[in-house]
């Protein structure tokens, strides 16, 4: 199949699902052209069967704000006929569910679309009510939808009052790439010291605040250290907090990181006491190397942890419980060890030789109906 695929190219779930699914469909023989302002920061090396499209913005005196979702919709149908694609994909639902039917309405190619939904695009961006119609329209317009969990599928019939089919696929991750590597222990370790791994885009409702505080309940019983991975709008509020409870010594703020397997696989305890998260792919990726997860139970991360022996999810405001957890689990090692192969066992659920193919069905029937 020659497949589009439309997402956004920065730091985030939603770009790394793409993108990941992208190279997976190439790697099983389909074409696969990105269409998006930036390359997919994924997308980080030569695929053969991968191409990428950039959107250009145009930059004129009148407009105060460039239309980038119309230069998104003129490129997407000039890919769709040049290209001769059978479907595009487009990820996020604002803009890229509108931008992808004006586009389908453009193209001289008939051509189906089918959106994933991923999370804040729903309950955030699409709940605004600025932009509440035009969402409720793009969902209904797509040929196929797919949403992240369950969760986030029952949360997207209620808020949109969504009645057509929409198929939950979960997100996904290459248990061959994320597993623990074997290299040395960090520089920045003391002999007996644990570490605690968080990987976000730093943004509200990932409660980097939360994190720190369970770090400084841990570390108050514990020797341990926290690996902050990722940034964002909550990285100088972050770094404030760390010096006022004087952790600053036992606190890595690592960045962005292209491959964060080498960095994940050191850790012993992964957090992600988020206030709400569709799935939560930062906690699978840690899953798979091995890692132990504390999370909330809000949306998804519920569904990939509560029951496999792999993790605990309480409620966000909840930090005396988490904080206890992982005190619990850092200090005894045989529980440490078993909670980790859970982990991984528990990834293998969504290794993406098994969810690969579900997208590419989904493609089969929507094109079918
Ligand atoms: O986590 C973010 O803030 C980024 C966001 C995105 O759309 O880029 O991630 C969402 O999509 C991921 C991939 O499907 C999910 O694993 C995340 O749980 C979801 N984030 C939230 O719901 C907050």
Do not use: W
């Not at 389908?104 to 009510?129: C, E, M, P, W, Y």
């Not at 404030?240 to 010594?249: A, F, P, S, T």
């Not at 696989?265 to 957090?271: I, M, Y």
């Amino acid at each position: 199949m020659k497949i589009g695929i439309t997402c956004y190219p920065t730091y985030g779930g939603s770009g790394a699902v793409a993108t990941e699914l992208g190279i997976e469909l190439a790697r099983r023989g389909h074409t696969v052209h990105f269409i998006s302002y930036g390359l997919p920061f994924r997308l980080n090396k030569y695929y053969k069967k991968i191409f990428f499209h950039e959107v250009e913005t145009l930059e004129y005196p009148l407009f105060k704000y460039p239309p980038y979702s119309l230069s998104l919709s003129a490129k997407m149908a000039e890919i769709i006929d040049t290209e001769g694609l059978d479907i595009l994909h487009v990820h996020y639902a604002i803009p890229h569910a509108a931008s992808a039917y004006l586009a389908t309405k453009i193209a001289k190619r008939k051509i189906k679309f089918v959106t994933t939904l991923h999370g804040t695009d729903i309950t955030i961006v699409g709940n605004h009510s600025s932009f509440y119609d035009i969402t409720k329209f793009s969902i209904e317009q797509s040929h196929g939808i797919t949403c992240v969990s369950e969760h986030l599928k029952e949360v997207t019939q209620k808020i949109f009052n969504i009645k057509g089919e929409m198929k939950v696929i979960y997100n996904f991750v290459d248990t061959a790439n994320y597993r623990k590597a074997r290299t040395r222990q960090m520089n920045f370790l003391n002999k007996g010291e644990q570490l605690i791994v968080h990987v976000s885009n730093f943004r509200p409702v990932k409660r980097i605040d939360n994190v720190i505080r369970i770090f400084k309940a841990v570390r108050d019983k514990l020797e341990c250290r926290l690996m902050l991975i990722g940034d964002g709008p909550e990285m100088g509020a972050a770094r404030r907090l760390v010096h006022q409870l004087g952790l600053k010594e036992y606190v890595h703020f690592m960045g962005r990181q292209d491959n964060v397997v080498s960095l994940l696989s050191q850790g012993d305890l992964f957090l992600q006491p988020s206030t709400n998260e569709s799935f939560g792919l930062a906690s699978l990726e840690a899953l798979s190397c091995g890692i132990p997860v504390i999370g909330t139970r809000v949306g998804g991360l519920k569904e990939v942890i509560e029951g496999y022996g792999c993790g605990h999810v309480f409620f966000p405001d909840d930090l005396e419980a988490m904080s206890r957890a992982a005190i619990g689990i850092l200090s005894d090692k045989g529980l440490r060890e078993r909670m980790g192969n859970a982990a991984r066992k528990r990834a293998e659920d969504f290794d993406s030789n098994l969810i690969v193919p579900r997208y590419v069905d989904y493609y089969k029937e929507v094109l079918n109906r």
